[in-house]
């Protein structure tokens, strides 16, 4: 071979050098080409892939059909989350024809309103009836509490005296309404006590069961 053509070992580690780099570039790209592509068929079989092509990481657990139309609330609905009480102020609600209910469910109930922890829990709830006007138009809101209401330390704390439990609850009832027609004098606000004997209307002069 002519000196002017001759390979070296050197030449041949230079072009090493300058081919590695790019094959290993070419690997890398490859591997995560194919790792992606993996990851499409899997998302696709699974059915996870929509065909408008949106994704979802989500897996369907529990079927369930259900309206998907805009609703006008029948009554935005204050009351504790003890569920105790949960059954009756279904069905509750059902009779009154309360079909469509906005539920704020929290501890205490009225509670919220007339005794809260603090001025944030009290903003809070109002903020709550404030978007069921705003956004399902909203005109009735009811106000509920119970008996033996842990927020209130439970009839323990009226020496387990229901009348002396029920007039206080009346008292937070109406102070709760009165709160929430200061705020909003377009709707109209109902107030109710409950026991494990069943529900009662807080009217001014005292309670009146209607459930």
Do not use: W
């Not at 592509?37 to 979802?56: I, Q, R």
């Not at 903003?123 to 106000?143: G, N, P, Y």
Request: aromatic share 10%; net charge neutral.
């Amino acid at each position: 071979m002519p000196p002017g053509n001759r390979v070296t070992g050197d030449h041949i580690s230079a072009r090493k050098c300058r081919v590695i780099p790019h094959l290993i570039s070419y690997l890398l790209l490859y591997h995560s080409y194919s790792a992606s592509l993996a990851c499409f068929e899997t998302s696709n079989s699974a059915g996870t892939m929509a065909h408008s092509g949106k994704v979802t990481a989500m897996e369907k657990v529990f079927h369930f059909d259900s309206a998907s139309e805009p609703y006008v609330a029948d009554a935005a609905v204050l009351c504790c989350f003890d569920q105790r009480i949960r059954l009756a102020v279904h069905k509750f609600l059902q009779r009154q024809g309360i079909l469509r209910p906005d539920m704020i469910v929290v501890a205490g109930g009225a509670k919220t309103l007339a005794s809260p922890r603090n001025d944030f829990e009290r903003d809070f709830i109002l903020e709550q009836v404030r978007m069921s006007i705003l956004l399902h138009r909203t005109e009735r809101v009811f106000l509920m509490s119970h008996s033996d209401c842990a927020t209130y330390g439970g009839l323990a704390a009226f020496g387990g005296n229901p009348e002396k439990e029920a007039l206080h609850h009346r008292q937070e009832l109406r102070r709760a309404a009165q709160l929430i027609q200061d705020k909003f004098p377009e709707v109209r606000v109902e107030r109710f006590f409950i026991n494990f004997e069943g529900i009662f209307a807080a009217a001014e002069q005292g309670v009146e069961q209607v459930a």
